[in-house]
């Protein structure tokens, strides 16, 4: 299983960061959470002079300050695997220290310190995008899967007309492989009973209905040795072992595993999951952005970052 543990992490293009300690002037934190609630979040890096709102993901070197107004919250998660820390007004305003060497080690310590790393390459400028001029007879878009591997058979997912009805179609190398048609608009499970999917082939699938051109996607099934190893670091990465982390942010680091990994639809499932519980963390919406850009979404990106800017700048 070590050999399997260091492909994964290698998958992350990162070496382990055992006691790790940051030179000067390095990022050592990353805002994770966001929760205005009545009051408000701001943030004055050491080069600036004047506060502004924060952004999701920002990364903050020793010198920056936060500060929390009323019943705001966030939540900063320090580099190299050394914890979280939930900033209130009871603590604000708040200046991020130099981080310390720690003595910190084994295989969860050297993931998250890794994936903190991830996210703060995720920090994005993000600024209100004008959505352009909708017809009103919207074509079909595929959702998921569109590009990228996955954990087992697929979910077809699509947007399109709730009066509407759908085929779709499954292709491997060597032809057709499943069909199904007169479908309402709705998640279609690839069903037991149909063909079993080969790993690492490329499979594409497409969407049919009337009016439309029709609309494909592809995506390759990892091998069931692949999925053991991908699962049991995803049991690494679960709110009950990591004490200390909160759920938004072991959701943002399962998400951006997920990511690195090209699994782009069990991503997007982590994000939407934890945003159903919590709409309002911009956090959440700034790498569900990221998710729909890299599978060729631009309009549902540009909404996600619109939401986060908007989520993360609001004022009372």
Same mark, same amino acid.
């Given at each position: 299983?070590?050999?399997?543990?260091?492909?994964?992490?290698?998958?992350?293009?990162?070496?382990?960061?055992?006691?790790? @300690?940051?030179? /000067?002037?390095?990022?050592?934190?990353?805002?994770?959470? &966001? *929760?205005?609630? =009545?009051?408000? !979040?701001? +943030?004055?890096?050491?080069?600036?002079?004047?506060?502004? @709102?924060?952004? /999701?993901?920002?990364?903050?070197?020793?010198?920056?300050? &936060? *500060?929390?107004? =009323?019943?705001? !919250?966030? +939540?900063?998660?320090?580099?190299?695997?050394?914890?979280?820390?939930?900033?209130?007004?009871?603590?604000?305003?708040?200046?991020?220290?130099?981080?310390?060497?720690?003595?910190?080690?084994?295989?969860?310590?050297?993931?998250?310190?890794?994936?903190?790393?991830?996210?703060?390459?995720?920090?994005?400028?993000?600024?209100?995008?004008?959505?352009?001029?909708?017809?009103?007879?919207?074509?079909?878009?595929?959702?998921?899967?569109?590009?990228?591997?996955?954990?087992?058979?697929?979910?077809?997912?699509?947007?399109?007309?709730?009066?509407?009805?759908?085929?779709?179609?499954?292709?491997?190398?060597?032809?057709?492989?499943?069909?199904?048609?007169?479908?309402?608009?709705?998640?279609?499970?690839?069903?037991?009973?149909?063909?079993?999917?080969?790993?690492?082939?490329?499979?594409?699938?497409?969407?049919?209905?009337?009016?439309?051109?029709?609309?494909?996607?592809?995506?390759?099934?990892?091998?069931?040795?692949?999925?053991?190893?991908?699962?049991?670091?995803?049991?690494?990465?679960?709110?009950?072992?990591?004490?200390?982390?909160?759920?938004?942010?072991?959701?943002?680091?399962?998400?951006?595993?997920?990511?690195?990994?090209?699994?782009?639809?069990?991503?997007?499932?982590?994000?939407?999951?934890?945003?159903?519980?919590?709409?309002?963390?911009?956090?959440?919406?700034?790498?569900?952005?990221?998710?729909?850009?890299?599978?060729?979404?631009?309009?549902?990106?540009?909404?996600?970052?619109?939401?986060?800017?908007?989520?993360?700048?609001?004022?009372?």
């Amino acid at each position: 299983m070590g050999v399997l543990w260091c492909v994964i992490l290698g998958g992350l293009l990162l070496a382990p960061t055992s006691g790790f @300690a940051a030179s /000067p002037g390095d990022p050592v934190a990353l805002l994770t959470e &966001i *929760r205005p609630g =009545q009051g408000e !979040v701001r +943030v004055k890096l050491a080069t600036d002079s004047e506060w502004r @709102a924060s952004l /999701p993901l920002l990364s903050l070197r020793p010198g920056d300050q &936060i *500060r929390v107004t =009323q019943n705001a !919250v966030v +939540v900063l998660m320090f580099v190299g695997g050394q914890g979280t820390l939930t900033i209130a007004a009871a603590n604000s305003p708040y200046t991020v220290p130099v981080a310390a060497a720690g003595a910190t080690q084994g295989k969860t310590t050297d993931l998250v310190a890794n994936l903190t790393r991830i996210l703060m390459g995720k920090k994005r400028d993000l600024a209100y995008t004008p959505l352009t001029t909708r017809s009103i007879k919207q074509p079909p878009i595929i959702l998921s899967p569109r590009e990228g591997r996955l954990l087992g058979a697929p979910v077809l997912e699509w947007t399109g007309s709730d009066r509407a009805r759908y085929a779709v179609r499954l292709f491997g190398p060597q032809g057709r492989v499943w069909e199904q048609a007169n479908l309402p608009q709705a998640p279609v499970p690839y069903p037991p009973s149909a063909p079993s999917l080969n790993p690492d082939v490329v499979y594409r699938w497409e969407l049919e209905t009337k009016d439309f051109p029709v609309q494909q996607g592809q995506f390759v099934v990892l091998s069931s040795t692949e999925i053991a190893s991908i699962r049991e670091t995803l049991s690494s990465l679960e709110p009950g072992a990591l004490p200390g982390y909160p759920k938004n942010t072991v959701a943002l680091m399962r998400a951006g595993f997920l990511f690195e990994q090209e699994l782009y639809a069990e991503a997007r499932e982590e994000l939407l999951s934890a945003l159903k519980a919590d709409p309002d963390e911009p956090s959440l919406h700034l790498m569900l952005g990221h998710v729909y850009e890299r599978t060729g979404l631009p309009a549902l990106a540009g909404e996600e970052f619109d939401e986060a800017h908007y989520l993360s700048s609001r004022t009372p």
